[in-house]
């Protein structure tokens, strides 16, 4: 079976540009999660998708954004783009999104913000 | 405020030195405890979930263990392709469905 997978794997924009990044989960995965790495705050909680429906968004500007389409695969997005959203930018798909799910991650996209 | 600490920051061992690494955390209720590898340049790998107090799972060189304030993952003859950060994350019950909070990780080096 095939893993989570995200495109592009490699970035770099300027700042004041935006971004879309794509994610695909595990086949028959229906909830896919965004987390951002840095090496100063480690991985951190960007939001969470379900059905097509953010369920849970974690501590970020509203510049971050998403979603999820009917298929399960979700898109985030990053507007006027700063220095210190430089990161690895890690998608992870869940069978559902009960507690306790495991989550799978993809092997992420570095974005360098110029 | 939930918290998840990891120690130490970074170990080095010799191949076949068998040792523990610790995740202690602080959460309000645990919906589950992960533990995940990352090599250098990918995406964190799953390695075991504990659910409850008491849990274990092996898995080859590794077995995670859980109590109600911490897990240790237990590397026996560590081999140098062990060497890997290795994350650990709680879900906790006031945080929603699905998201992970994650330690800062141990950055393991296993000589040969």
């Known amino acids: 079976k095939a893993g989570v997978t995200q495109t592009p794997r490699y970035l770099i924009k300027t700042r004041g540009q935006q971004v879309t990044l794509s994610c695909s989960p595990i086949?028959?995965?229906?909830?896919v999660s965004w987390y951002q790495q840095t090496p100063g705050q480690g991985l951190q909680f960007l939001f969470e998708y379900f059905s097509e429906t953010q369920r849970n968004k974690g501590n970020f500007p509203g510049r971050f954004s998403g979603r999820q389409f009917s298929n399960s695969r979700s898109e985030m997005n990053v507007s006027t783009l700063e220095l210190g959203d430089s990161a690895l930018y890690l998608c992870?798909?869940?069978?559902?999104?009960?507690?306790?799910?495991?989550?799978?991650f993809g092997p992420g996209t570095r974005l360098l913000v110029l | 405020e939930d918290q998840v600490t990891q120690s130490p920051e970074a170990l080095r061992l010799q191949e076949g030195e068998s040792s523990s690494l610790n995740c202690s955390y602080t959460v309000s209720g645990l919906r589950g405890l992960f533990w995940y590898r990352q090599d250098p340049g990918k995406g964190p790998e799953f390695l075991f979930t504990l659910y409850s107090a008491g849990e274990e799972k092996e898995k080859e060189r590794l077995k995670a263990t859980l109590t109600k304030k911490e897990s240790f993952l237990h590397i026996t003859a560590p081999k140098p392709e062990d060497s890997a950060t290795y994350l650990c994350a709680v879900q906790a019950r006031g945080t929603g469905a699905n998201n992970l909070f994650f330690g800062t990780g141990t950055r393991l080096t296993v000589i040969p």
């Open positions: 992870a798909s869940s069978l559902e999104a009960g507690a306790g799910e495991t989550q799978y």
């Open positions: 086949s028959g995965h229906r909830s």
